[in-house]
């Protein structure tokens, strides 16, 4: 069997932690991501079976739901990202798939996307320099979509005005960490 | 300018891209006798008022939905948004 080696998004064997006054950047590679889309005709059969199989209703347009083990946020119509933890959930997308049969699609995400936390007072500080977010009006759970340093990405908002996960395209992650640490030096 | 998207409200318009005349959701039946003058108006022939102009819009940074929005091209202001796919729907399309 192959020897393969884990590494994180920004090439590392462990996730990048980047301190300041205010506001630490800390890279997650500890959650599995799922899309799932509701197909057409069926989107009530998938609305009650993602419930019994996450433990809470599909969030509604522009909203999120954070909770043990899965969270799951809006992305657009019809759509939700399901987010759980790795370790025991590496394989979240084939069990969603088992669990709403053919009421939805549901495509594997994990690698897709690299996720960095930012949290602390200057948040807000450093966001307002990155995106148009609307920070200060976002509940927790609730996502963006936003266009990050050129870049499509996810404000997900982990606690209000606080905390966020920002989720960027994996393969972008070092421009990703780059602008958010430029924001950082820039802004604190 | 903002566009009063239907799900997410109002929304500043450099989330979104253009893409034109709303008349592309009335793709014409490729299998049609007349199909190629039908591909031929449907591709090159566009109406250009002055006034309300029903155009498709694409939330690019945003929820990637398709819009209809309704814009008066002389004052740019905006009198209705629609979801493209309850349109194409109404439409008779996607069913």
């Not at chain 1, 899965?70 to 798939?97: C, N, T, V, Y």
């Not at chain 2, 793709?27 to 008022?49: I, K, S, V």
């Amino acid at each position: 069997m192959l020897n393969l080696k884990p590494i994180t998004a920004l090439g590392a064997e462990v996730p990048q932690v980047d301190s300041f006054d205010g506001l630490e950047i800390a890279e997650r590679a500890d959650f599995a991501l799922a899309s799932l889309a509701a197909r057409q005709g069926e989107e009530v059969l998938c609305a009650t079976k993602a419930q019994a199989y996450l433990g809470f209703a599909l969030p509604q347009p522009g909203q999120g739901s954070l909770a043990a083990p899965f969270s799951a946020f809006w992305m657009g119509p019809d759509q939700w990202m399901i987010a759980a933890p790795h370790d025991r959930h590496e394989d979240l997308a084939s069990h969603l798939k088992q669990a709403l049969g053919e009421s939805a699609s549901v495509s594997e995400q994990t690698d897709g996307w690299c996720r960095f936390d930012l949290s602390g007072a200057g948040l807000q500080a450093v966001l307002e320099r990155l995106c148009n977010a609307d920070l200060a009006s976002m509940a927790a759970g609730e996502a963006r979509r936003v266009r990050l340093e050129h870049l499509g990405c996810f404000i997900w908002c982990l606690e209000p005005s606080q905390s966020v996960a920002i989720l960027g395209p994996r393969s972008s992650a070092a421009s990703l960490h780059h602008a958010l640490v430029g924001a950082a030096k820039s802004a604190l | 300018m903002m566009i009063d998207h239907p799900l997410l409200g109002l929304r500043d318009a450099q989330e979104f891209t253009y893409l034109g005349d709303a008349s592309l959701i009335d793709r014409p039946d490729w299998q049609a006798e007349d199909a190629q003058d039908a591909f031929h108006d449907y591709l090159y022939l566009r109406d250009n008022p002055a006034g309300a102009h029903r155009e498709l819009w694409f939330h690019e940074t945003g929820d990637r939905s398709w819009l209809v929005v309704t814009r008066n091209t002389l004052t740019h202001e905006i009198t209705k948004v629609e979801l493209a796919r309850d349109v194409a729907r109404a439409r008779g399309r996607s069913k």
